[in-house]
Structures are given as structure tokens and as C-alpha cells.
């Protein structure tokens, strides 16, 4: 499929897409779209997954520079990545708890970032997540 055409399916009628391939450059413009529609940067996860090497890490590159340090960020998309990582460590037990726990944090709303529409911190969501996290045992 051609870059703009993907594009603008990506936008009018996502579901269509399960996985998509690319190099890197459209990867970066396609990763942007795909981080506009479902929520931005701060709940998207990413994974690099090759024969040798995987990188695993939010899918905004460059985003929130105007933010840093202002412990303003939303963790989920690093925790997210996180959870990827264990999977792909064969580790499911505990991706599994985190990823619960990021779930039950956000589905329950009482602690949010700003890019959600709160007034919590950085360090307020991760430790409700941390808190979510033990309450599972």
C-alpha cells in the first residue's frame, strides 16, 4: 500500500489493520497517526523486534520534550513497552500483573495525567499503578 493511502485508511477506518510493515522513515509517520487516534505518546508502546536484537520503548520519539522534568509525562506507553519486553522474555507472569495494574488504574480514573484530562503527576500515577500492582497478591 502506498505511505499516503495507508495513511488516510489509518485514520478513516483503522480496523482494518492488524500489523503493518515498513522501513523506518514511514514506520515514524505512520507511528505518529497511529498515536493521534488511539490516545497520543503517553499511551503508546512500541517494540522493535529483529533476528538478533529488540528494542522496546514509547512510540513518540521526540514527544514531550517541552514537558521534561515537569513530572507532567504519562508513564503508561514505558510501562506498556515494559510489558512488551517480559512477553517477549517469556516472562507473562509478570507483564501480566503490570499490564493489570496499568488497566485497573486507568479504567478506574481516579488517578490521571494531564494528557488525560487530570491533574495528577507522573510519580502519582506510578505509584497508583505500583499500588494496583501489589494489591494482586
Known amino acids: 500500500m502506498i505511505v499516503d493511502n495507508c495513511c488516510?485508511?489509518?485514520?478513516?477506518?483503522?480496523?482494518?489493520?492488524?500489523?503493518?510493515?515498513?522501513?523506518?522513515?514511514y514506520g515514524a509517520i505512520i507511528a505518529n497517526i497511529a498515536m493521534g487516534i488511539t490516545g497520543g505518546p503517553g499511551l503508546s508502546p512500541s517494540a522493535m523486534i529483529g533476528s538478533k536484537f529488540s528494542?522496546?520503548?514509547?512510540?513518540?520519539?521526540?514527544?514531550?520534550?517541552?514537558?521534561?522534568?515537569?513530572?507532567v509525562a504519562n508513564p503508561t506507553s514505558f510501562l506498556l513497552s515494559?510489558?512488551?519486553?517480559?512477553?517477549?522474555?517469556?516472562l507473562?507472569?509478570?507483564?501480566?500483573?503490570?499490564?493489570?495494574?496499568?488497566?485497573?488504574?486507568?479504567?478506574?480514573?481516579?488517578?490521571?495525567?494531564?494528557?488525560?484530562d487530570g491533574k495528577n503527576s507522573t510519580m502519582e500515577f506510578t505509584d497508583e499503578v505500583i499500588k494496583n500492582i501489589v494489591c494482586q497478591y
Open 92 to 116: 507473562t507472569f509478570f507483564a501480566q500483573r503490570v499490564e493489570n495494574a496499568i488497566i485497573k488504574t486507568l479504567s478506574e480514573g481516579n488517578v490521571r495525567t494531564f494528557d488525560l
Open 8 to 25: 488516510m485508511q489509518l485514520v478513516l477506518k483503522p480496523q482494518q489493520f492488524d500489523v503493518i510493515v515498513m522501513p523506518n522513515l
Open 55 to 71: 528494542t522496546f520503548e514509547p512510540a513518540g520519539r521526540y514527544a514531550g520534550k517541552d514537558i521534561t522534568g515537569k513530572n
Open 82 to 90: 515494559y510489558t512488551m519486553m517480559l512477553k517477549h522474555l517469556s
